[in-house]
């Protein structure tokens, strides 16, 4: 897991960068803190340069790259291209796997975030083929699928990653992201200077960008929390999307994008048999996570006390003995966020190391600032993501296995069970008249993925236009019928449709994008077993029954559960599901309502919202309806949102 970056010159003409791409790897040390590198390119001579930073282990450095300089030898010297890393040390801690990593022929340069999970299998490929490696990393694995298959090296790899491939040889640069969109780029295009970079804050950073609102995108992050992708809530900044690779030729300065990998859609094998729809599950299950156990340094899994993440550590424990498994503890005033008894009961049933960390309101009120720092776009709530990766640091482990992926692959979420309910309103509503509002809206519910948006939705549509004054005849349902509506229309599955939904959109967009915010944020990489691809492409041949069995007491997620009562409590598997979350709208009648109020104070005052129904909102939801405390919060991060990122331009 690491940090990359870079600023490419699309003008023919050389320029200083050694200044902005040092700021550029300073914002992202913590994405990476054991090493620092950086390549110049002189398109001209046709010459790359190579140079070492502050936090680059000298000694390891010198003994290994003769006449390899530090970056301030290089702060007047001119290039085309300027490429920085931060390394977190996963694999083969050392200095063999210092990048920027050139190819043994000296054409290829790679910039890597991420892992291939299948590393050595492709690496026996390779060696057949002639290749030798001089290092046991993933990267110069990655670096010799693409010199030997190119594009279709992405097909080979099983991970999470981003990758950026300069050809010295072809002068064209190749960025990449896997399948899921696990592992971020974001870029800008800016006149002729193209930056890209692991996260916004670092193409700010750079200060060849000056940060302005995407008013579309702050339109539909009042949706979802976040900007579907590419899109985002910053102008002019865009995230290369999942399963996508780009080219960019620097003679014609042409840029191409290509999709590499679709969920498939082929016909459910109706042959499989429940049986063996559980037998493939553990059997799959069991290697994802295998191969998400190998590291050289220390792993943990977090363990919420719910069935996907519960069933991960469970198995992990079998597979790690010893492993550490951590768990939040919230106050027992608030029952619903907690689940600590039943990772207890579980963690007592295998051979774990059981860490529980304690909430404390303070605690976030201390960091809140920093929290929104790290989501880079206005959220409507607090995950607790930042806590539990904050604790896992403090612990000294740097991979941490997470249980994302359960309810969006096999149906556990509530939108799946009221598909049915959906559908009867909506025939109900076509012969209604417009004025019983009780059904009025489901006219314009026409698709499934309007029904996801509905579902999914902070603010409806309608609500977003009353309060949004910059709306310019935005449509969040029809951005989405763009987005989707080509590969969502070929599902003849409902469910499959909304789970499709759910991984590329809701996983992809938002889930993982929040994640990697907090795992960099504290040095961490985080792995998510259920995210396999051959996992994911398992759950969609599945039949949608064996997801939600309707003669079972507990349903949803039937064959998950099937494979859990293995491995977990009873407990566990008898609970309702609840979200994993913190108990802000209580909090926000206490410890944060100063900072509530006076954020509300402050948004009316930029003329972006009606005021009144801002008051209106606020007043409320403090008078009878505490449950809106996701629209009111959802505004206060949008006011904190400008005052980071906007205001300090």
């Not at 539990?388 to 979420?413: Q, R, S, W």
Request: glycine share 6%; net charge neutral; aromatic share 12%.
């Amino acid at each position: 897991m690491c940090g990359i970056a870079g600023v490419i010159n699309l003008s023919g003409e050389k320029s200083l960068l050694v200044p902005p791409i040092q700021r550029m790897a300073k914002q992202m040390k913590q994405r990476g803190p054991d090493d620092e590198g950086y390549l110049l390119v002189d398109l001209e001579n046709r010459r790359a340069y190579p140079f070492y930073g502050d936090d680059t282990p000298l000694e390891e450095a010198k003994a290994n790259v003769e006449g390899m300089k530090h970056i301030k030898d290089a702060y007047q010297m001119e290039s085309h291209l300027a490429f920085g890393h931060r390394r977190l040390k996963i694999l083969d801690l050392s200095f063999r796997g210092h990048q920027p990593m050139c190819s043994s022929d000296g054409r290829f340069w790679i910039l890597y975030n991420g892992e291939v999970y299948n590393f050595k299998e492709v690496r026996k490929e390779l060696e057949k083929q002639g290749h030798t490696f001089s290092s046991d990393t993933d990267t110069e694995v990655v670096l010799a699928a693409y010199m030997q298959w190119g594009v279709d090296s992405l097909q080979r790899f099983n991970g999470m990653f981003a990758v950026v491939i300069y050809d010295h040889s072809r002068q064209e640069v190749f960025l990449a992201r896997d399948r899921i969109g696990i592992k971020p780029l974001y870029y800008t295009h800016q006149k002729d200077c193209f930056i890209f970079a692991s996260d916004i804050k670092t193409i700010i950073a750079s200060g060849l960008y000056r940060p302005g609102v995407n008013w579309e995108g702050l339109w539909h992050n009042l949706s979802f929390s976040v900007a579907p992708r590419p899109m985002t809530v910053f102008r002019d900044v865009a995230a290369l999307p999942q399963a996508h690779w780009m080219k960019i030729n620097l003679a014609t300065q042409n840029i191409t994008q290509q999709r590499y990998w679709h969920i498939p859609t082929l016909s459910q094998e109706e042959s499989m048999t429940e049986q063996e729809a559980i037998e493939q599950l553990e059997m799959h299950l069991k290697k994802s996570i295998q191969y998400r156990l190998v590291a050289d340094v220390e792993v943990g899994t977090f363990m919420s006390g719910g069935i996907d993440s519960t069933t991960i550590s469970a198995i992990a424990s079998s597979l790690h003995p010893g492993i550490n498994a951590f768990t939040l503890a919230f106050d027992k005033t608030v029952p619903e966020y907690d689940e600590l008894d039943q990772a207890v009961e579980t963690a007592r049933m295998h051979p774990m190391h059981h860490i529980i960390e304690k909430v404390n309101p303070d605690e976030m009120l201390t960091d809140i600032h920093d929290m929104v720092l790290g989501y880079e776009e206005p959220i409507c709530t607090l995950a607790p993501n930042y806590l539990i990766c904050k604790c896992i640091a403090k612990h000294g482990i740097v991979v941490v296995l997470n249980g994302l992926g359960g309810d969006e692959l096999f149906a556990g979420y509530s939108h799946y069970r009221t598909i049915n309910t959906w559908k009867w309103k909506k025939f109900v509503a076509a012969f209604l008249p417009l004025f019983l509002s009780r059904y009025g809206r489901y006219r314009q519910l026409k698709t499934i993925d309007n029904y996801y948006v509905d579902q999914y939705s902070n603010f409806k549509e309608h609500e977003k236009k009353k309060l949004f004054l910059k709306n310019d005849g935005f449509d969040t349902l029809s951005l989405l019928d763009k987005l989707y509506k080509p590969l969502t229309g070929s599902f003849t599955d409902d469910i499959e449709a909304l789970s499709y939904f759910d991984i590329m959109s809701y996983i992809g967009n938002h889930h993982v994008y929040r994640i990697d915010q907090f795992t960099m944020w504290f040095s961490l990489e985080g792995r998510f077993p259920y995210l396999d691809h051959h996992l994911i492409e398992l759950a969609f041949r599945m039949p949608s029954c064996y997801k939600i069995m309707k003669n079972q007491p507990r349903y949803q997620k039937y064959v998950l559960r099937r494979v859990a009562k293995k491995y977990i409590a009873p407990a566990c598997l008898q609970m309702p599901k609840r979200g994993f979350g913190l108990p802000v709208g209580r909090w926000m009648q206490k410890e944060l309502k100063e900072l509530t109020e006076t954020s509300l104070e402050s948004l009316k005052k930029r003329d972006i919202f009606n005021n009144k129904e801002i008051d209106n909102l606020y007043n409320t939801f403090k008078q009878s309806k505490p449950h809106l405390y996701k629209k009111v919060w959802h505004l206060v991060m949008v006011e904190l949102w400008f005052q980071q990122f906007i205001d300090r331009q």
